[in-house]
């Protein structure tokens, strides 16, 4: 299934830190796809997720900044109490709108944006979650012809947010963490030339 | 053409018309954010699409008013990022206390909780009369409402949280009176502040200023708005004045950052250099 894929976006809630951790951490450095996450947390966390998660993965994560550019290979978290979105010319926005889907950041938030610029060229990864948020924007994801990827009720910490995608939308796959990796590389292009890990500011 | 692109080159036609009508430009703001809004207030609005809306709201200004409040999101609260408001406790206000009167502009107000968080914090440096606040918004809605200085009570339990995070010891029931639901700011507070429209996309800038705050504001701009906005604050501000963004907003990469050191390095507190 060719299909030219262009980015990988992921909403996950409660349960997320291991999810992120397994799926992330079998990725390779040389994975061809950005991937632009929202994972619910606290407004005053912090950016210590983004920290942990670089430590353990291949990929580079960051927490996202205002503008930065989306770049292969490359890991972007929501950072706490903004909106991630996703600007046409392959650049992040962030927002500090209220609250949508009862979260800030909102995984519709990021899944509409993001399906508006990429349109088919988008996979869209809903995890373990104990509320709704998400649903709605794999539905979109799906209605401009991006493919949907839910994982599994029964694997998941919290079974709510990946069955309220599942009631919203047909989903491509559904499938346990643990074969997720294999899947996403499976769907991306070719391997980009080189690894992102310490390219770029901060 | 993909639907989405009908829709992008539709709002583009609505926000020339409305720049030309009604000389707001919101053209420069960045596309994503400005297009969920529009997309929320064509859905509760009476109009199917963007270019069934566009012939009644060049011609009625109610039509506008209502589409520029669904525009200018304004969301804000009373020590927001108390860290922030802790660091210019400590370590702001003692500069500040060096200088017999200060004044301070903060651009893109919304309804006035930033500039009341400043007024209070100043007075309890011992800076009561000895400084003006200019808070500004290009909003006259909020505007309107920042100058009553009238709050909604149930808000309270959470600004006296962030004021304390911030390292407030007085009592905040203080500097306010309840009634009812509301809660009315003690008149200590606003006699300091001026509050006035001004509009970043084309006004000019504010004169000999110690301190400029623009926080949650310039995340929505497209960076040629951002550079006009940070070039209108770099000649408001005095040499050894501080310039202070939204937590995730920052001047690396940007050709003004060199005139300025970082004083706080998370925190987003820029100090202008002398010379
Ligand atoms: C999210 S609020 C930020 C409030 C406050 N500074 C804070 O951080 O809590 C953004 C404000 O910017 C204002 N704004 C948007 N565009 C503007 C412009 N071109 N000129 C001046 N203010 C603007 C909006 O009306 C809104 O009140």
Redesign the interface.
């Known amino acids: 299934m060719a299909r030219n894929f262009q980015a990988v976006v992921i909403g996950v809630s409660t349960g997320g830190v291991y999810a992120l951790q397994t799926l992330l951490g079998q990725l390779p450095a040389d994975f061809s796809l950005p991937i632009l996450i929202v994972q619910h947390i606290g407004p005053e966390a912090g950016s210590g997720l983004a920290k942990l998660l670089d430590e353990r993965c291949a990929l580079r994560v960051k927490e996202a900044?205002?503008?930065d550019e989306i770049l292969p290979g490359t890991v972007y978290l929501a950072?706490p109490n903004?909106h991630l979105?996703?600007?046409?010319g392959g650049f992040l926005?962030?927002?500090?709108?209220?609250h949508v889907s009862f979260a800030r950041p909102s995984v519709d938030?990021l899944f509409?944006?993001a399906a508006?610029?990429f349109?088919p060229h988008l996979i869209g990864v809903v995890l373990t979650g104990a509320n709704f948020d998400g649903s709605r924007g794999l539905k979109t994801i799906k209605q401009?012809g991006g493919v949907a990827i839910v994982q599994d009720p029964a694997d998941a910490a919290a079974r709510q947010m990946p069955l309220a995608a599942m009631a919203a939308t047909a989903v491509d796959y559904v499938l346990a963490l643990d074969g997720m990796a294999a899947l996403l590389q499976k769907l991306a292009p070719g391997r980009t030339a080189m690894s992102h890990k310490g390219r770029g500011?901060r | 053409m993909r639907l989405d692109e009908v829709e992008d080159v539709e709002i583009r036609l609505l926000l020339e018309g409305v720049q030309q009508i009604y000389g707001y430009d919101f053209r420069d703001y960045a596309a994503a954010s400005i297009k969920r809004r529009l997309s929320h207030w064509l859905a509760e609005s009476e109009f199917a699409t963007f270019s069934q809306a566009q012939a009644r709201l060049l011609r009625d200004r109610g039509v506008f008013e209502s589409l520029l409040r669904g525009i200018t999101v304004n969301v804000t609260e009373m020590f927001r990022d108390p860290a922030f408001f802790r660091a210019v406790r400590e370590q702001v206000a003692p500069f500040l206390k060096t200088y017999p009167f200060v004044k301070i502009w903060h651009a893109g107000c919304a309804t006035g909780e930033e500039a009341y968080s400043m007024a209070i914090l100043l007075n309890e440096a011992g800076m009561a009369g000895r400084y003006r606040i200019y808070a500004t918004d290009i909003n006259e809605t909020v505007l309107q409402k920042a100058g009553e200085g009238v709050m909604a009570i149930k808000e309270m339990q959470r600004f006296t949280h962030n004021y304390q995070k911030a390292g407030g010891t007085a009592s905040f029931a203080d500097y306010y009176t309840a009634r009812y639901d509301r809660a009315i700011l003690s008149a200590a507070l606003k006699k300091d502040i001026v509050f006035a429209p001004h509009n970043l996309a084309v006004d000019g800038e504010f004169g000999e200023m110690n301190m400029v705050l623009c926080r949650n504001v310039m995340i929505y701009f497209k960076p040629a708005l951002k550079e006009r906005c940070l070039r209108l604050f770099d000649s408001s501000l005095l040499p050894g004045g501080f310039l202070c963004l939204g937590l995730k907003e920052t001047l690396e990469r940007r050709k003004m950052g060199e005139r300025y050191a970082e004083l706080l390095s998370p925190l987003r507190i820029y100090r202008k250099r002398y010379g």
């Open positions: 900044d205002e503008q950072p903004y979105l996703v600007e046409r926005a962030l927002s500090a709108d209220p938030v509409e944006s508006a610029v349109g401009k500011a």
